[in-house]
């Protein structure tokens, strides 16, 4: 292949330059970068902190504990969501625990000041005993930014951000087509891991490390170059278009022989004859296209109309800057979020989320992830390496990060060596660094 046909692989609109900057190792276990990632990075982007779907009635709230700091999402009487830090206006005390919860007030077990859905004090004990007169209906929350895109909750510390959609870009319109809005989480797992949060990142903005760690997906996504595109926006984040519904090029079903399973089963539950496609299974794409837009209405995907024949059937990976990969197929995303362990810059929180289409057309009919109608997941929380599965291929992706914490340390870790489909990952960290050393 030549260079020409390796660089093809990047959108012509989409692929700035970088500038080559040596990602080197302090960076995964120093104190003190991690402290400048405190102050200069995660106070100035949108966090992931909710799904809208999970707010009732006004009063309820999800809770975000991040980092060190921990914001409440509580839904108004008007419908919409208001984010509060998690901290009681008295004395401090952290006002509630858990992920989730409800109520006409929210009230602080240390001295029991009661505040409402907006954050107002509402109740003090002894009322009269405060110099300047009762507290209550002149002191607030602290508020921060919150807006809601796609049926997710984002909050922001940074005062002056821009508007989330704005941040986004060109998210929004690029999956605009999906309807996501009431889409249902029915996983949530959680866990403690012992490596960096950028470990993971890297992984996330990579697709060089399929065919070693995810084997198995090679017989019905096409991880092949030049077959995959990748973007980069100016926005900081970027996407992968990885083909679907196709075997890759490296293994011997790649347009030959029988189709291989599960190619097969996804195939037949379109009501396509595998056995039709031997020695062409690389058609067998193009028929669930045509099989998707003929079936879809009556199987209650609505969705599919306003969706282009790309979306229908390929997957489109795409890692938000910093912390935020969104996996779309046709019917589901997957929200791969890895975050900063309060002290500790050895170790990180991993949620990995998975969002499926609501279908209620299929009432009873098995679903990969379970049967319709969908239901809310509880958050399963554990620790990295203690049994507990993250998702099939979320695990083989951090089966690699203890290791690699490990070698990072060592002074034989002088500074990565990327090839070109790595262009991502150099993008990221000189991002990073721009954030981090106040640069932009
Ligand atoms: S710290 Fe909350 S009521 Fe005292
Ligand atoms: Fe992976």
Redesign the pocket.
């Known amino acids: 292949m030549t260079e020409e046909q390796f660089l093809s692989r990047y959108s012509k609109e989409f692929d700035p330059p970088v500038r080559g900057d040596p990602i080197t190792g302090a960076r995964y276990y120093s104190k003190d970068y991690m402290d400048l990632e405190w102050k200069n990075l995660w106070p100035r982007i949108w966090h992931l902190g909710g799904m809208m779907g999970e707010l009732e009635e006004e009063g309820d709230w999800v809770c975000h504990n991040f980092g060190k700091e921990s914001v409440i999402m509580v839904k108004q009487k008007d419908g919409g969501v208001r984010a509060f830090y998690n901290a ?6 952290r ?1 509630v625990n858990g992920t989730s919860g409800g109520a006409p007030r929210i009230t ?6 009661q505040f409402s859905a907006d954050g107002v004090l509402r109740h ?2 002894d009322e009269g005993d405060y110099p300047g007169g009762s507290p209550c209906g002149k002191v607030s929350l602290i508020e921060l930014r919150c807006e809601v895109w796609g049926g997710m909750i984002f909050w922001n510390m940074d005062e002056n951000a821009k508007p989330l959609l704005e941040w986004l870009d060109p998210l929004p319109d690029r999956l605009a087509a999906y309807g996501i809005d009431d889409w249902v989480r029915v996983m949530y797992l959680s866990a403690e891991c012992n490596f960096n949060w950028k470990i993971v990142r890297d992984n996330f903005n990579e697709s060089y490390h399929l065919p070693t760690i995810h084997p198995e997906l090679a017989t019905f996504i096409n991880d092949g170059l030049p077959d995959t595109l990748f973007e980069m926006y100016p926005s900081g984040h970027n996407g992968m278009w990885m083909k679907g519904h196709q075997a890759t090029g490296r293994v011997e079903a790649y347009n030959t022989g029988e189709a291989p399973p599960p190619l097969d089963a996804i195939a037949a539950a379109w009501g396509l004859n595998p056995a039709d496609y031997k020695g062409r299974t690389n058609d067998i794409r193009a028929a669930v296209i045509e099989a998707k837009r003929k079936l879809g209405p009556e199987r209650g995907f609505h969705n599919y109309a306003s969706m282009s024949d790309q979306q229908l059937v390929d997957y489109y990976h795409i890692t938000l800057f910093p912390n935020l990969t969104l996996t779309f197929a046709p019917e589901a995303f997957q929200v791969l979020r890895t975050e900063p362990h309060p002290t500790d810059p050895e170790k990180c929180i991993f949620d990995h989320w998975y969002v499926a289409v609501n279908n209620p057309q299929m009432p009873g009919v098995e679903t990969p992830i379970g049967n319709m109608p969908l239901k809310w997941a509880e958050k399963k929380v554990s620790v990295h390496g203690d049994g507990e599965s993250l998702g099939f291929v979320a695990d083989q992706d951090l089966s690699i990060g203890t290791n690699q914490q490990l070698g990072l340390n060592s002074r034989g870790y002088v500074g990565a060596i990327l090839p070109m489909q790595e262009k991502r990952v150099q993008r990221f960290h000189e991002l990073l660094d721009d954030h981090v050393y106040e640069r932009i």
Do not use: A, I, M
């Open positions: 009681c206006r008295h004395r401090g005390n006002l602080c077990g240390y001295h029991g000041w003090v004990q």
